[in-house]
């Protein structure tokens, strides 16, 4: 069940308002069962609608599958969404409407760095699950309140350079934002190469993780010719790809997930045939993988079959929400949330396993390098 915070009045809430006949008046005052809301403010109109719907969607499906099964102890979960256009701003006031209306227990799925870090500063007494950002430094500061399932971009960035050197590659260059989002990557891209013994043969920067102006990086990228470059692109990477090959690039690009959008992977076409991407959830193709298994099936069951890894990870997400809705019990409150999911270790989905306690708030380490091939399917 979804509903919005952006627009007109919901219909159940015009019901509200109504008048009662006299026959309903009459009637039994039956108690209704609760519902379990959880909000989520994430792009749905801007550069990155694309990743923030699919982390809906993929929540969504799980959803509704339980929901279909009778919800958790009973109760229906229900997903408010508000568009914060990629916008900080926007994603703080959503996120006070959130935290001001007491029957949101929790939110899900922030999209964004900059948006992430203003979510945290806002909202200190309901959890904050699956925030869709890699920035080391969030994962590191966040308040005790924000449960991180998605591994770091160091992590990230680190299998990416251990993949490259594996296969005998060694002039390694990045192209990353002017922002918050590129600094903490590059800090990392940087650390991780030292491990490796390599100095970078090219830092180049586009102004920011939104602008569209991504010519001077690829130029600059072309000229050198590195064997492979770290891709800390999102919603603008088939841009900068265009522009590099029409530069005369040929280097091998591995992006950041967040470069792996569906969106993403239909702009690039053919061009972006064999690609590498870090992955922070498995294949959405693999189903050896229980947890692939029962994403697709409740994909299906939804009406979708547009299997995508912003997908797959919405779906962990609420898998992981869900089953601290599950031991928070019947009468769970925002706090007894929070305790209930700092209370999750060792919890297996089927694939990749998540383990927080203790204070830990950082619960996933799964990272993986897949390789986009035919009918843009990301495998590995």
Do not use: C
Request: hydrophobic residues 45%.
């Amino acid at each position: 069940m979804t509903t919005s915070i952006n627009g007109s009045l919901l219909r159940r809430d015009f019901m509200a308002l109504g008048g009662v006949t006299a026959a309903a008046m009459a009637m039994p005052v039956l108690a209704q069962p609760r519902t379990l809301r959880i909000g989520s403010t994430f792009d749905d109109s801007g550069a990155e609608k694309a990743n923030g719907n699919g982390n809906f969607r993929g929540a969504s499906a799980y959803f509704n599958a339980i929901n279909k099964t009778g919800g958790i102890g009973g109760a229906k979960v229900e997903l408010v969404m508000a568009d914060d256009q990629f916008k900080p701003d926007i994603a703080k006031k959503n996120a006070l409407a959130f935290q001001g209306d007491p029957s949101i227990l929790a939110m899900l799925n922030p999209l964004g760095t900059r948006q992430t870090a203003a979510i945290m500063e806002t909202v200190q007494d309901m959890a904050i699950v699956g925030p869709n950002t890699g920035t080391a430094g969030l994962h590191k500061s966040s308040p005790p309140n924000v449960f991180w399932i998605r591994a770091s971009y160091d992590a990230e960035v680190e299998k990416l350079i251990r993949t490259a050197v594996t296969l005998g590659m060694t002039k390694i260059g990045i192209v990353y934002p002017k922002d918050p989002l590129g600094a903490s990557v590059l800090a990392g891209f940087q650390k991780a190469m030292a491990d490796v013994k390599l100095e970078p043969v090219i830092l180049a920067t586009t102004p920011g993780t939104a602008s569209t102006e991504v010519e001077p990086a690829a130029q600059a990228i072309a000229k050198v010719q590195p064997q492979m470059v770290v891709m800390v692109l999102g919603g603008i990477a088939p841009l900068f790809l265009k522009a590099l090959r029409a530069a005369g690039g040929t280097s091998t690009i591995y992006g950041l997930s967040i470069s792996a959008s569906p969106a993403n992977i239909t702009a690039m076409g053919d061009s972006g045939r064999g690609l590498g991407f870090a992955m922070v959830v498995p294949s959405p193709f693999a189903t050896k993988n229980e947890l692939v298994r029962r994403y697709q099936l409740d994909m299906a069951a939804s009406g979708w079959s547009d299997y995508s890894t912003p997908t797959l990870e919405g779906y962990a997400n609420a898998r992981v929400l869900a089953e601290g809705l599950r031991r928070a019990g019947a009468k769970v409150t925002r706090a007894s949330l929070i305790t209930a999911l700092d209370s999750i270790t060792g919890f297996n989905l089927g694939g990749m396993t998540i383990s927080f306690g203790n204070g830990n708030r950082n619960g996933g380490n799964f990272v993986d390098v897949g390789v986009l091939g035919a009918g843009g399917r990301l495998v590995s």
